[in-house]
């Protein structure tokens, strides 16, 4: 392909790619004195879900993405004194990952064809423009591994006040290394040229990935027997995440690397909870989420934007044992801009969004 030559994309230019989602967790607390506990968190920290159609035109960056990592963290604490608690634990967390995108042999064929001196640049013009960002020309990558990795965390509490509590925790960043496989589709007229260059052949995939640590502080006032009062922050190391990088066990296909360059970013939140009487409690609060992703590096599988949460709940002591807890919470997203090229396209856009996320949460003690 000839130095910044582009061509139109054949398809659907406008889609939400938003895909609804159950995220479990459970929570398993044990107390052996009445100074020490042992504790077990299951948790998705990191995760998301896009898909586009099979005719959008973000198809050759982006078709269907889904991430998850599923934490598992065994944790001990110690009430050490009346003001004072400490507590930490290990995080082994296994991480999954599917990604799909389309592959545009329209103009991967004719370029592989010039790079290689087989036609000039005239015929190179010509077969992408008939051909180029065209549906029937389009085949598919799919890749999907999982990996394993472990981590810790650390925190404490200190009540300086009765009704005032302090607390500061940090959990540490994950490094995974991804096992699993790179499955292809190649269109039939392409088929011949595309097995005697070696490429686009079904093969083992590995890949490296930083998750991040993040640091949390919040401070917990009661202002009336009735009225708790939390503010919260929480500062998360996405400058760890870099690149994807996708290497091949096939030789003849090249890495597949991905720029995502994200930032550092900050979450704040300020909630309340209401007790209206011995068995039914209210909250309430609003949070600020920034983005870790650029204007420079955001691509289609994450089109995010900072978020602005709106949330309340309400909390029912059913029994002197179980204790029902719902939340509803309306996320805002703000504008963002996509402007990403991939090898041999570039595709902009503008996003804006909002969500509705409803938990729903039983606790029972023995």
């Known amino acids: 392909m000839l130095p910044g030559q582009r061509f139109p994309i054949a398809g659907d230019n406008g889609q939400d790619p938003a895909v609804a989602k159950p995220i479990p967790s459970s929570y398993f607390l044990f107390s052996p004195t009445d100074r020490l506990r042992l504790g077990l968190g299951v948790t998705v920290p990191f995760g ?26 065994p944790s001990i604490a110690y009430k050490v004194n009346d003001w004072l608690s400490v507590g930490g634990g290990a995080s082994v ?73 302090l607390g500061l925790s940090y959990r540490s960043g994950i490094n995974q ?20 260059v070696g490429a686009f052949q079904d093969t083992h995939a590995t890949a490296d990935l930083s998750l991040p640590g993040n640091v949390w502080a919040g401070i917990t006032q009661e202002i009336t027997p009735q009225l708790t009062l939390d503010l919260s922050y929480q500062w998360t190391e996405w400058s760890r995440f870099k690149a994807i990088r996708v290497d091949f066990a096939n030789v003849n296909q090249p890495p597949q690397i991905e720029e995502e360059n994200y930032q550092n970013s900050s979450f704040v939140a300020l909630g ?43 909390s029912y002591q059913l029994t002197d044992n179980i204790t029902l807890s719902g939340s509803y919470t309306h996320l805002l997203f703000g ?23 409803i938990s729903a949460e039983a606790a029972m003690r023995f």
């Open 335 to 357: 504008g963002s801009t996509v402007d990403h090229s991939g090898e041999f396209d570039t595709v902009s856009a503008t996003t804006s969004a909002s969500t509705e996320v």
């Open 48 to 73: 998301l879900i896009t898909s586009y159609a099979a005719d959008s035109q973000t198809r050759y960056q982006a078709l269907y993405s889904q991430v998850e990592a599923y934490d598992f963290n």
């Open 177 to 196: 290394q991804i096992q699993g496989r790179a499955n292809f589709i190649v269109p039939t007229q392409y088929q011949a040229l595309v097995n005697a």
């Open 93 to 165: 967390q296994k991480f999954k990952a599917k990604l799909t995108q389309a592959v545009d042999f329209g103009t991967l064929v004719p370029a592989t064809l010039y790079q290689r001196g087989l036609i000039g640049a005239s015929q190179l013009s010509s077969m992408l423009a008939a051909g180029s960002g065209q549906l029937a020309n389009d085949g598919r990558a799919d890749l999907e591994g999982t990996s394993w990795g472990v981590g810790w965390d650390a925190g404490v509490i200190v009540e300086p006040m009765p009704g005032t509590k």
């Open 272 to 314: 309340g909870s209401y007790k209206w009487d011995d068995q039914l409690t209210l909250r309430s609060g609003v949070a600020y989420d920034e983005t870790p992703t650029t204007d420079q590096s955001r691509d289609f599988r994450l089109p995010d934007g900072d978020r602005y949460w709106l949330s309340m709940g309400a």
